[in-house]
């Protein structure tokens, strides 16, 4: 499966930002789509997920209220809204992806490991 991150950009503190990852190829109907972040000279930290197969979705305490998580099937896209940024929230994105069996009733993923696709990152500044 191959990823697209885009959206980043410049926002002032408080303001709003989306994300979209765009996803193609075979097998999306037992896949999960993540978002990462990873600000400057700090590791890299997972923020949210989505289930393309139950629309199931998880989040960081860090995010949780600010952050929503969304997926268009049609278009096998998720998207990550961004509301009330904060400068803290300024890193690059990563939106990554992995294959959930279909027996496996959590469908949710928040570990690196757990993730075998990877998109490129995009850059969220927060800043005044």
């Known amino acids: 499966v191959q990823l697209q991150a885009s959206g980043g950009g410049l926002v002032q503190p408080g303001g709003s930002l989306r994300l979209a990852c765009s996803a193609s190829?075979?097998?999306?109907?037992?896949?999960?789509l993540g978002w990462f972040r990873q600000a400057p000279g700090k590791e890299r930290e997972w923020v949210s997920c989505?289930?393309?197969?139950?629309?199931?979705?998880k989040y960081a305490d860090s995010v949780k209220g600010r952050f929503t998580i969304s997926r268009d099937g049609a278009e096998n896209t998720a998207y990550l809204q961004l509301s009330n940024l904060k400068p803290e929230d300024t890193a690059v994105y990563y939106c990554?992806?992995?294959?959930?069996?279909?027996?496996?009733?959590?469908?949710?993923?928040?570990?690196?490991?757990?993730?075998?696709?990877w998109g490129q990152g995009t850059l969220v500044t927060v800043s005044s």
């Open positions: 990554a992806g992995g294959s959930v069996p279909s027996w496996l009733t959590d469908t949710l993923l928040d570990e690196e490991y757990e993730f075998d696709d």
């Open positions: 190829g075979f097998g999306l109907k037992y896949y999960t």
């Open positions: 989505i289930s393309f197969r139950d629309g199931a979705t």
